[in-house]
């Protein structure tokens, strides 16, 4: 509680509270203060003399002071405006230190943008990979039809590459809305980051100098370790940029403990024992305003066709998704520092399978399919491949058609072919309802992303086998083998299979 004097441009009183709220030792301290100057960060008190005096009385009028200590504080006033002989226009004020509230107000605004952007992409990407697989399939079904000598092939080789690039972008989308499916184990990120070193040389180039601080005793965590090399590497393409006359990248690891939990750019990172990567550069810097857009898709200072504004956005999305945090502090000519914090864990290593992958054979079939996919190019796509190559093909929209197909059929399905996210009846659940009543079907799933629909069958089995979208159909053909022949692996254990890949996508 205080009063001002409008002419005099001081306080006339001020009680404790608002002593200590403005960071001062004493009410002669604030008393002795000129508000226009030293309340004010841009020195202008223009904005709180025309808005609490435009009436008699006035409430809840926001408006940022300065205190002591020069951090902003926001202060929330109420009061009325009185006359006094000696000093003229005076406001009578209760102030209210609002700033926690308004830093939590923004927090929850940015968290829903991202969470919207995330959305937003991930839907696209999930779209855009059906019908990147009907322009990928069929440029492969013509080519495989024309032959590598025809006139054509040249042109539908070139169809194909640029499906394949568009397909690593929607790759990227899929990491930014964290519905990728990830293969989480417990590393050491030291291993990891002196491994993915050996491939940076060539990537930043050799005006750049390299720098390891590793700490000799790291803790654990549990993440997917393909993506944080692809967190690694997009944060060194980062630096790269920007540092276009060379420069010095220094790469660092250290356990960090948050006892009471910690706050960075208006996100609080609960409590706990995490795992610290930063990547530093000494590029060019950036100020507060592209900072606080560092992580949203499509963003970037680069020139046109120089970066898609995925990256960081990527990098954004697999450390949300492996349950940490990424933060950037970065000055104008001063460089830049990421900072990943991931939950340490205290299990041993789970080493990663060190068994050779074995290239298939391509090999014709003749075993009955059922192929589930509500995109109706992308399914006819799937029919006329796996006919092609000898397969009896039954195809539905959704699962309730696929229920009834299979009904009808009097023979033996071998294998269910489903998309994961479907109208009316998911995958998962349709795999669950043919198990029951046929008994005998495997299932490969298809995904263009999961949306966390095959999480409960892992949990629950333990086992699966599915292919991601966008795929050729060689690589469909060879899981399918792979699933008819599972049978003969299972009297020894389950099958975990992960997804196949196009060639240039991460």
Not at 180 to 207: A, C, F, H, I
């Amino acid at each position: 509680i205080g009063s001002i004097s409008i002419l005099h441009d001081r306080f006339l009183r001020a009680n404790p509270a608002l002593v200590k709220l403005l960071g001062y030792q004493s009410e002669a301290e604030v008393l002795g203060l000129t508000i226009s100057r030293d309340l004010y960060p841009d020195g202008d008190a223009s904005g709180f003399r025309s808005q609490p005096t435009r009436a008699e009385f006035f409430s809840a009028i926001e408006f940022t002071w300065k205190c002591k200590d020069g951090k902003p504080v926001v202060v929330r006033a109420s009061g009325r405006r009185i006359s006094n002989p000696e000093s003229g226009e005076v406001l009578e004020i209760i102030a209210e230190d609002v700033t926690a509230r308004r830093l939590l107000e923004e927090q929850l605004r940015h968290a829903q943008k991202m969470e919207a952007l995330g959305q937003l992409a991930g839907s696209v990407a999930h779209d855009f990979n059906n019908l990147l697989g009907v322009i990928i399939g069929y440029s492969e079904l013509l080519s495989a039809e024309f032959g590598p000598e025809a006139p054509a092939s040249r042109r539908l080789e070139m169809i194909k590459k640029a499906g394949v690039r568009a397909a690593s972008l929607t790759s990227q989308l899929l990491a930014f809305s964290r519905r990728q499916v990830l293969e989480p184990r417990v590393l050491n990120l030291n291993s990891l980051v002196t491994e993915t070193q050996k491939m940076l040389q060539r990537l930043v180039g050799e005006d750049i100098e390299q720098n390891l601080v590793l700490a000799p005793s790291l803790g654990k965590t549990k993440a997917d370790p393909g993506q944080l090399v692809q967190v690694i590497m997009n944060l060194a393409v980062n630096a790269r940029d920007a540092m276009p006359g060379g420069g010095k990248l220094t790469i660092e690891t250290e356990n960090v403990n948050f006892d009471d939990g910690a706050d960075f750019y208006d996100v609080s990172v609960p409590r706990g024992e995490y795992v610290m990567l930063s990547v530093t550069d000494t590029g060019t810097g950036m100020d507060e305003q592209t900072r606080r857009r560092l992580f949203e898709p499509f963003f970037t200072t680069k020139v046109a066709g120089k970066g898609t504004g995925l990256g960081l956005a990527t990098v954004y999305g697999i450390v949300k998704q492996s349950g940490g945090f990424v933060f950037a502090d970065s000055e104008l000519g001063k460089g830049t520092r990421f900072r990943v914090y991931l939950p340490r864990v205290d299990q041993p290593v789970e080493k990663a399978s060190v068994e050779p992958v074995k290239t298939r054979a391509i090999q014709s079939g003749s075993a009955t399919l059922l192929v589930v996919e509500d995109e109706r190019a992308f399914r006819e796509l799937l029919h006329e491949g796996l006919r092609s190559m000898g397969y009896q093909v039954l195809v539905a929209s959704n699962g309730v058609e696929a229920l009834q197909v299979a009904e009808e059929y009097d023979g033996q399905i071998r294998v269910l072919i489903t998309d994961v996210i479907m109208p009316q009846m998911s995958g998962p659940e349709l795999a669950e309802c043919l198990t029951k009543a046929r008994g005998n079907i495997d299932v490969l799933y298809m995904s263009g992303y999961t949306d966390d629909k095959l999480a409960p069958i892992v949990e629950s089995r333990g086992e699966l086998i599915w292919i991601q979208k966008p795929f050729y159909i060689d690589d469909l053909v060879r899981k399918i083998q792979e699933v008819l022949e599972r049978k003969v692996a299972v009297s020894n254990g389950p099958v975990s299979a992960p997804a196949a890949t196009l060639p240039g996508v991460d």
